[in-house]
């Protein structure tokens, strides 16, 4: 129901963009976040978007780097990653669910996609 797409292996300063298709249950969500988990730590909000307006956040560490959009008419959310780090890489999740920064707000996880960033 929520499939993420768009990783890869790329190098430090490149950029990617991840999408992520929502379908049946999830269309009774209020928005959509992103998460990671980097190897050896927790998982952590990288960003969400509402779907109804233009509400969105974005965790201080992508803020200027990363960017968070949608189309409504195809039930996709997207986060565009720019001037990519080795600290970014990690297995990157999106949610549905209630808009917020806690994974409990999220009811439906997709399977992530991994994201590796060389030196």
């Known amino acids: 129901q929520l499939q993420a797409s768009g990783g890869g292996l790329v190098q430090a300063g490149d950029s990617l963009r991840l999408s992520c298709a929502a379908s049946?249950?999830?269309?009774?969500?209020?928005?959509v976040g992103w998460f990671r988990r980097a190897p050896g730590k927790e998982r952590e909000f990288v960003a969400a978007?509402?779907?109804?307006?233009?509400?969105?956040t974005l965790t201080d560490s992508v803020k200027g780097r990363f960017a968070i959009s949608k189309d409504n008419a195809k039930n996709t959310v997207f986060l565009q990653m720019n001037s990519l780090k080795p600290e970014d890489t990690a297995v990157y999740y999106c949610?549905?669910?209630?808009?917020?920064?806690?994974?409990?707000?999220?009811?439906?996880w997709g399977p992530g996609t991994l994201v590796t960033v060389s030196s």
């Open positions: 978007i509402k779907w109804s307006g233009a509400t969105y």
């Open positions: 949610a549905a669910g209630v808009y917020g920064v806690r994974p409990a707000e999220y009811q439906y």
């Open positions: 049946g249950r999830t269309f009774s969500t209020s928005a």
